[in-house]
């Protein structure tokens, strides 16, 4: 049970960070990452790897999220959704920002909220997502200037803002 509680304590935020790249709420993230745990805990003797822990738990925080988002969709087609308060008054930059990366493919998606919603080091990201730091660092070049390019078109961007 310790050693639960520390890779609780180790992938929690990482498990969060995943959820939102699906869900893009926080609330939901949250609780995709916390019945992450739950499955994991129950299919740990499955695991045949411990070494693989990070990834196999990352598979299963997206299959949870996925779900999720399947289930809140289905509701959501039955109900007719008015915006918040607060989605009306957030700043129509960010807006733009946000549709952008939603626009992105999954795993491009997956890596920019990692890095830049959750400020993840590289190597944390790589564990995560069992790929190499490297690898991390070409879908993170290559998904910001997928962004560039959308902010551009959007005519948000001057031609300093896509390299970055």
């Not at 129950?42 to 299963?60: H, Q, Y």
Request: aromatic share 6%; with cysteine; net charge positive.
């Amino acid at each position: 049970m310790d050693s639960l509680g520390a890779l609780y304590e180790r992938y929690y935020r990482a498990m969060v960070a995943l959820a939102y790249s699906v869900l893009r709420d926080r609330n939901q993230a949250e609780d995709a990452a916390q019945e992450s745990f739950a499955i994991a805990c129950r299919e740990l003797p499955t695991l045949r790897s411990s070494e693989k822990f990070a990834v196999w738990l990352g598979s299963i925080c997206r299959n949870v999220a996925r779900q999720m988002q399947r289930r809140e969709s289905r509701l959501a087609e039955k109900a007719i959704q008015k915006p918040s308060a607060n989605e009306q008054s957030r700043n129509e930059h960010g807006d733009v920002v946000r549709r952008a990366v939603w626009k992105l493919r999954a795993g491009d998606r997956e890596v920019i909220v990692l890095r830049y919603y959750d400020n993840m080091a590289y190597n944390q990201i790589a564990a995560v997502l069992g790929i190499s730091a490297a690898a991390v660092h070409g879908r993170l070049v290559r998904a910001k200037r997928k962004i560039a390019k959308q902010l551009k078109r959007d005519g948000l961007t001057g031609g300093d803002h896509e390299e970055r």
